[in-house]
T-cell receptor
Framework: NAGVTQTPKFRVLKTGQSMTLLCAQD?????MYWYRQDPGMGLRLIHY???????AKGEVPDGYNVSRLKKQNFLLGLESAAPSQTSVYFC??????????FGPGTRLTVT | DQQVKQNSPSLSVQEGRISILNCDYT??????FLWYKKYPAEGPTFLIS???IKDKNEDGRFTVFLNKSAKHLSLHIVPSQPGDSAVYFC???????????WGAGTKLIIKP
């Protein structure tokens, strides 16, 4: 039982490049989330999903897109990376909205 | 506007003593609160929660107290152990029930 896994763990992008972060969970959870964490701030919700095939915007969705084609996977895409997107990205899943299980994070640097 | 505030960026406590971490909120509609613990290079893990119908919830060494009139909650850890050294976040669900609003976190350091 791996829980929530994230790929990759680290990535450096140049401004304007694109990439996709992959989140996978093996707990059969309906809810999945993408957060970013910046220094001195709490986690901020980017997008979330309440089930396969559904997605919704969170607090800071601009510059990101997501897809949930399979229940166990939640993908976060950056179409044209900007330095302001330098952050640590966390994926989470839950069987009910509140008590979320988190992955180990992806540290992204955009130069 | 920060709706969930943790005003102490860090806290240092002697091993074996009590650790008290504080959290304030501004939105009186919040009716459920959670505490998460985070070690470096790991994601946060759920620790304990409390509903607004209670003023206290206990789980082993961890107790959360809620003072609704003051819009304040606190996490007590007794006795503090070296493995408790971590960043602690409080969080509250928005009306939508899907979005958690997070505090900035308090880094707890347990001194041997």
């Amino acid at each position: 039982n791996a829980g929530v896994t994230q790929t990759p763990k680290f990535r450096v992008l140049k401004t304007g490049q694109s990439m996709t972060l992959l989140c996978a969970q093996d707990m059969n959870h309906e809810y999945m989330y993408w957060y970013r964490q910046d220094p001195g701030m709490g986690l901020r919700l980017i997008h979330y999903s309440v089930g396969e095939g559904t997605t919704a915007k969170g607090e800071v969705p601009d510059g990101y897109n997501v897809s949930r084609l399979k229940k166990q996977n939640f993908l976060l895409g950056l179409e044209s990376a900007a330095p302001s997107q330098t952050s640590v990205y966390f994926c989470a899943s839950s069987y009910k909205p509140y008590e979320q299980y988190f992955g180990p994070g992806t540290r992204l640097t955009v130069t | 506007d920060q709706q969930v505030k943790q005003n102490s960026p860090s806290l240092s406590v002697q091993e074996g003593r009590i650790s008290i971490l504080n959290c304030d909120y501004t939105n009186s509609m919040f009716d459920y609160f959670l505490w998460y613990k985070k070690y470096p290079a790991e994601g946060p893990t759920f620790l304990i929660s409390i509903s607004s119908i209670k003023d206290k919830n206990e789980d082993g060494r961890f107790t959360v107290f809620l003072n609704k009139s003051a819009k304040h909650l606190s996490l007590h850890i007794v006795p503090s152990q070296p493995g408790d050294s971590a960043v602690y976040f409080c969080a509250a669900p928005m009306d939508s029930n899907y979005q958690l609003i997070w505090g900035a976190g308090t880094k707890l350091i347990i001194k041997p």
